[in-house]
């Protein structure tokens, strides 16, 4: 589940127990990004591995994730 509300990308991810995922997210730099309300860099379940194109891209565990991603930049 998604929501863009202006320069704010709200994303709603669930990963399957068992399984893992890699998700790219529409920020510059994981200062960009929180996840259910705590910056990325601290979330638990979360590798933050070397951008691509632009974008912020993470390596995630199965489990319940919220983000919100400021694109401003």
Not at 3 to 28: C, S
Not at 55 to 66: A, F, H, K, P
Request: hydrophobic content about 35%; proline content about 7%.
């Amino acid at each position: 589940e998604w929501h863009k509300d202006g320069k704010e990308f709200e994303w709603r991810i669930r990963i399957p127990t068992g399984t893992t995922a890699t998700v790219y997210l529409p920020a510059a730099l994981p200062a960009d990004v929180t996840q259910s309300g705590h910056p990325l860099m601290s979330a638990v379940g979360v590798e933050i591995l070397p951008k691509e194109s632009g974008r912020v891209v993470l390596n995630m565990e199965s489990g319940s994730y919220d983000f919100v991603c400021n694109t401003a930049n």
